[in-house]
Nanobody
Framework: VQLQAFGGGSVQAGDSLRLSCVAS????????MGWFRQPPGKEREFVAG????????AYSDSVKGRFTISRDGAKNAVYLEMNSLKPEDTAVYFC???????????????????????WGQGTQVTVSS
């Protein structure tokens, strides 16, 4: 499984960014997908997740209402639309995939990085005030 994330950058507070992650080496529809982030000096944390079919999504409280996760099976891609960005959103963002995370598990939470087996390289997002 290979996951390639891109779309990060340096923006001002209030701006928007769209992260993309393209997956290969897997049957995309078999995998739940997630976005995580690691702020400077902190542990990796859950941001958003989407079930295999896209019918269920989950968000951390800190991004709920501002970020939207989606997936496109035709492109083997998962996206993270980030609006109203804040300086505290500054982090390296990672996409992850896992066959075992169910839609029910996403809904119930909490979602931990250890639940996902496959990871891509990170993409840096820097938000300045």
């Amino acid at each position: 499984v290979q996951l390639q994330a891109f779309g990060g950058g340096s923006v001002q507070a209030g701006d928007s960014l769209r992260l993309s992650c393209v997956a290969s080496g897997l049957t995309f529809s078999d995998y739940a997908m997630g976005w995580f982030r690691q702020p400077p000096g902190k542990e990796r944390e859950f941001v958003a997740g989407i079930s295999r079919t896209g019918s269920s999504t989950a968000y951390s409280d800190s991004v709920k209402g501002r970020f939207t996760i989606s997936r496109d099976g035709a492109k083997n891609a998962v996206y993270l639309e980030m609006n109203s960005l804040k300086p505290e959103d500054t982090a390296v963002y990672f996409c992850a995939a896992d066959r075992g995370v169910s839609a029910a598990r996403l809904r119930v939470g909490p979602i931990h990085p250890e639940m996902f087996d496959d990871w891509g390289q990170g993409t840096q997002v820097t938000v300045s005030s």
